[in-house]
């Protein structure tokens, strides 16, 4: 997963699998561990769902960043 995200650098990602990958540092705030026994469930998409939002929302501020930075 992280190989890929370097390759593609996506502006929002999450990872979701039922294998806990997210004690990796580089997942934190972008891994959404599921249930093996049940599957995606409502509040694992909830989960992933505000994962992204807080990503393009920080992406947003940051891009906001830039283009003052730029304009100076």
Same mark, same amino acid.
């Given at each position: ?6 390759? !593609?650098? #996506?502006? *929002?990602?999450?990872a979701?699998?039922?294998? #806990?990958? &997210?004690?990796? *540092? *580089?997942?934190? &705030? !972008? ?7 049940? &599957?995606?469930? #409502? $509040? ?8 992204? *939002?807080?990503?393009?929302?920080h992406? $947003? ?12």
């Amino acid at each position: 997963i992280l190989d890929w995200v370097r390759r !593609h650098q #996506p502006r *929002a990602w999450v990872a979701v699998d039922d294998w #806990p990958l &997210g004690a990796e *540092a *580089a997942m934190s &705030g !972008h891994f959404v561990q599921s249930n093996p026994r049940v &599957g995606l469930q #409502p $509040e694992t998409a909830a989960r992933i769902k505000a994962l992204f *939002a807080r990503q393009w929302e920080h992406r $947003e501020v940051l891009d906001a960043h830039k283009a003052r930075a730029a304009a100076r």
